[in-house]
């Protein structure tokens, strides 16, 4: 969860449950509302996340990874970023984050690539490919 977030939690759930509490009290109709970051916040939640999770590779930066490099072993992190991102965000600490971007932060363009990051990489996963499960097993716990 973004640090400012959460140090303001407090705060933000009692203007939640008192803006909740107006609109039944003025319309009679209840409603659910929740915290859902600005777009910026997700691209730097996103970014912390796969600079922790790069940490357990060696030799490698988020900028290798962002860049236009079509190494075999950069595009196979890449899959697995990807992977991540889908599968850890939806989690109740985390917002819900586009595929859209998911590409944006990590550059490998829109959703449609990500889609494609994400199938071959499990594709692979199904298949234990020896050089992908080189990559994928230091960061297996990234998917709890």
Known sequence: MNPNIKAN???INHVI???QDDIKAQ????????IRPHHMMLED??????????SNWEDVSLDDIKS??????????????????????P???YPKAGL?????VIGIGDHASVIHHINTGLDL???????????????????L
């Open 100 to 104: 859209k971007t998911i590409g944006e």
């Open 125 to 143: 996963l199904s298949i234990q490919d020896e050089k992908f499960m080189k990559y994928y097993n230091p960061v297996k716990d990234f998917f």
């Open 91 to 93: 989690k109740k600490d």
């Open 9 to 11: 939690l407090p705060f």
């Open 45 to 54: 939640l996103i970014n912390q996340l796969f600079l922790n999770v790069i």
């Open 27 to 34: 319309t009679g109709i209840q409603v659910v509302l929740y």
């Open 17 to 19: 449950s008192n803006a």
């Open 68 to 89: 236009d490099n079509r190494k075999t072993d950069i595009v196979t992190m890449r899959k697995i970023l990807c992977m991540i991102a889908k599968y850890k965000f």
